[in-house]
T-cell receptor, first 118, second 118 residues
């Protein structure tokens, strides 16, 4: 049990649909992330939220719209997606910790949402 | 900028024999390094992490990794493979946080698929 849950676990949608992915962390963390995992490609960071503020957007198309209402919940709103957006979408959370003279960024991942766009 | 290269996309070993998964990194700073494992249809689980302390890091399930700055490597090893070790393994780098705080996404390698032969 990682303490990070994602719903739904599987989603099939048409290109004209609107849907949302949900992530919830029960670890008391202050940062949350969305990653995209496509076949034969490295995990790609999409968005970073720190204390509910978006601090990074890795040139993600506007058809993906994140929302972070509080530090425990993160959403990814989807609309007019393309078939190439089919992938596993992973949510993660972290808490900045001090480790000696450096901080490190240990992230805890949810099980992912397997998205298929038809 | 940071990057990670996992030198083998697939590694196959017999049960009971040693495992070596290779990883080289590039970073402008003194990075934090991680190995994550992903079993089929599951999220990512942290195996071990290097921050700034001992260069030989021990993780869960008998895995360990050695940070070698001169070689910019962080190879993952295990003395004796078990069937349950079959999974995808990711080497991950994280640069130190930007000044002023904030959370940072991780940079993932492409992954190494570990196959265990009976």
């Amino acid at each position: 049990e990682t303490g990070v849950t994602q719903t739904p676990r599987h989603l099939v949608m048409g290109m004209t649909n609107k849907k949302s992915l949900k992530c919830e962390q029960h670890l008391g963390h202050n940062a949350m992330y969305w990653y995209k995992q496509s076949a034969k490609k490295p995990l790609e960071l999409m968005f970073v939220y720190n204390f509910k503020e978006q601090t990074e957007n890795n040139s993600v198309p506007s058809r993906f719209s994140p929302e972070c209402p509080n530090s425990s919940h993160l959403f990814l709103h989807l609309h007019t997606l393309q078939p190439e957006d089919s992938a596993l979408y992973l949510c993660a959370s972290s808490r900045r910790l001090a480790g000696g003279d450096r901080t490190y960024n240990e992230q805890f991942f949810g099980p992912g949402t397997r998205l298929t766009v038809l | 900028a940071q990057s990670v290269t996992q030198l083998d996309s697939h590694v196959s070993v017999s049960e009971g024999t040693p495992v070596l998964l290779r990883c080289n990194y590039s970073s402008s700073y003194s990075p934090s390094l991680f190995w994550y494992v992903q079993h089929p249809n599951k999220g990512l689980q942290l195996l071990l992490k290097y921050t700034s302390a001992a260069t030989l890091v021990k993780g869960i399930n008998g895995f360990e990794a050695e940070f070698k700055k001169s070689e910019t490597s962080f190879h993952l090893t295990k003395p004796s493979a078990h069937m349950s070790d079959a999974a995808e393994y990711f080497c991950v780098v994280s640069d130190p946080p930007r000044s002023g705080g904030g959370a940072d996404g991780l940079t993932f390698g492409k992954g190494t698929h570990l196959i265990i032969q009976p």
